[in-house]
């Protein structure tokens, strides 16, 4: 039975492999900034493609936090929450997500796949009903699967088809409207205010997964919500710790105190998964107090990408528009996405293909993704290189 399994699984790879949509899998020799050494080819390497937003994934403090906690911890609790305790530097790292995302608690999980698997269907049951944007992440997607409510789907940002799967609800015993902040493969954001007040129309709740928004949007970095001047109006906000927020791993969910706690109760993810290592919660937190003393850096990195986006345009490039620190370049095929890829990397630059099934058939892109840390002689080069291989290919 294995070998007629591999057999078969083989049998999709290699056709994978000849439709030009294998992934390939790079390997980084030291650890993340915007320039890396990498095993696949000599010489430094400029990256476009990490979400360490904020250039915080190698700053000695954000390291050193890390090391001392394990120091202080060790490894991890060796179990889950309730059977072998919390550690104090999760309670440092919970309360620091809640006064960033406005809210009166957060609860860590190891990721945030965990937290939106975790949270949604504990708090969504066959009595209620779940909106959701057709673009939400995979994570969100798997989440309302999870659950046993009502799960209708409302196309994408679209306020007035919203309202009308809103309609068709009406009479759940809780309705939640689920949402990214910032989507991940546009790169554009979810209009809140608008959902804010359909979700008070409706007496809804918003789900907001924040994992692309946090570091990232509004003046000081806290997010969307700030972004919008709605904070403090969005009633469950989730995000990961692993993009802006040091890079590493683990996410949360920030709402009510109630909230929370009934979490904690009920959430299997939490309930029978390890808890959040020492290292990662602490270096996360070290993380937010230097977005909280340095909100220059979200400038910074609000500078880069309008200088990105708009050095693409004057070499012919459409990449589509957004406020976010996301910036896709749309190409089509999936196969041809992966080979541009590919040639760019010849020519120093790290940055991936995605296509099928990350994204619809025909709209493969590349995904640029700013760092605030990128110099101006890391720009202007990889504008020469875009606009070198863009010609080569036939782009532009």
């Known amino acids: 039975m294995s070998a007629a399994l591999d057999q078969s699984l083989q049998g999709d ?26 095993a696949e080819k000599s010489g430094p390497v400029l990256v476009l493609s990490s979400n360490n937003y904020l250039g915080l994934a190698d700053h000695p403090e954000v390291v050193a936090a890390g090391k001392n906690a394990l120091d202080e911890y060790g490894a991890g609790t060796a179990s889950v929450r309730f059977i072998c305790g919390t550690f ?48 939400n992440h995979a994570s969100l997607i798997d989440g309302c699967r999870g659950s046993k409510a009502k799960r209708l789907v409302y196309k994408h940002a679209d306020m007035a088809d919203l309202e009308i799967k809103l309609e068709q609800v009406k009479g759940a015993r809780r309705i939640f409207i689920v949402t990214d902040g910032v989507f991940s493969m546009e790169g554009d954001l979810a209009p809140l205010p608008d959902i804010v007040a ?10 907001l997964d924040d994992s692309h928004g946090t570091g990232v949007m509004g003046k000081n970095g806290r997010g969307t919500a700030e972004h919008f001047g709605v904070e403090g109006q969005i009633g469950i906000i989730t995000g990961t710790l692993g993009k802006a927020l040091g890079g590493a791993a683990g996410g949360y969910v920030a709402g009510s105190g109630a909230l929370v706690e009934y979490l904690s109760q009920v959430s299997r993810p939490q309930l029978f998964s390890n808890a959040l290592p020492a290292t990662i919660a602490a270096s996360a937190g070290k993380a937010i107090e230097i977005l909280e003393r340095e909100p220059q850096r979200v400038g910074r990195l609000h ?51 995605f296509g099928y099934p990350v994204v ?37």
């Not at 359909?198 to 789900?207: D, F, G, M, T, Y």
């Not at 995904?367 to 606009?387: N, P």
């Open 88 to 135: 104090s530097i999760h309670e440092e790292i919970e309360r620091a997500l809640a006064r960033l995302s406005h809210t009166e608690a957060a609860l860590t999980y190891v990721s945030c796949w965990a937290a939106n698997t975790g949270l949604i269907p504990a708090i969504a049951g066959d009595q209620d009903a779940l909106v959701s944007d057709e673009l």
């Open 303 to 353: 500078e880069i990408t309008r200088n990105l986006r708009d050095g693409l345009k004057k070499l012919g490039f459409k990449p589509l528009e957004g406020d976010s620190a996301i910036v896709p370049i749309i190409v089509g095929d999936t196969a041809f996405a992966i080979k541009m890829s590919q040639m760019l990397l010849q020519e120093g630059i790290f940055i991936t293909g």
């Open 360 to 396: 619809p058939e025909g709209t493969a892109r590349l995904r640029i993704q700013a760092c605030a840390t990128l110099t101006d002689e890391q720009i202007a080069f990889a504008l020469r290189t875009f606009e070198k291989v863009g010609k080569q290919a036939g782009v532009i």
């Open 13 to 38: 790879l290699s056709a994978m492999q000849k439709a030009g949509t294998l992934k390939t899998f790079r390997h980084i020799t030291g650890p993340m900034d915007t320039q890396v050494t990498m």
């Open 198 to 207: 359909l979700a008070r129309k409706h007496k809804a709740s918003v789900i």
